[in-house]
């Protein structure tokens, strides 16, 4: 049997940065004032903003790029593989990539298929978002949908 430790390798950070132990980040870029709590895998090839906040079990796929002043809850999912073939990608070059804007909030237990987010969105608890969303809002539901201006 081989054990693996998590841990923190090869991530660059700025002043501030805050995380939260046992967590598995690498190869990931935390800009200013980011908080990561504990339990949380940030992949290779991520950037998280300055002052967003990534609560506890979420899990960051690569390629995810989060913008400024985020909210990610508890629990969220990114997803980079679409399994179009019916299974895993057997390369990463078939993955595709997520950009999440400025103050977007994601509630606990929503996944985040590979879209982007525009600025000002706020994604409910439990939601799947499978599209691109353009214009700022609240989106609630599976697949996620506008229900709301802000």
Known sequence: MQVLKSG??????SNGVKVIEPCNLYGCELCEDVFVGPFVEIQSDV???????IQSH????S??????????GHGVMFINDLFSEGHPS???SQWKSTKIG?????????????????????????????????????????PAKKIRDL
């Open 8 to 13: 923190i390798v090869n991530v660059k950070s």
């Open 47 to 53: 950037r998280i903003g300055a002052r967003s906040r």
């Open 58 to 61: 979420s899990f960051i796929c």
């Open 63 to 72: 390629l995810v790029e989060i913008g400024e002043d985020c909210f990610i």
């Open 90 to 92: 057997k390369s990463s």
């Open 102 to 142: 400025n103050n977007v909030s994601i509630g606990s237990n929503a996944t985040i298929l590979p879209v982007n987010i525009c600025d000002g969105v706020v994604i409910g608890a439990g939601s799947v978002v499978s599209k691109d969303i353009v214009e700022r809002g609240v989106y609630v539901g599976n």
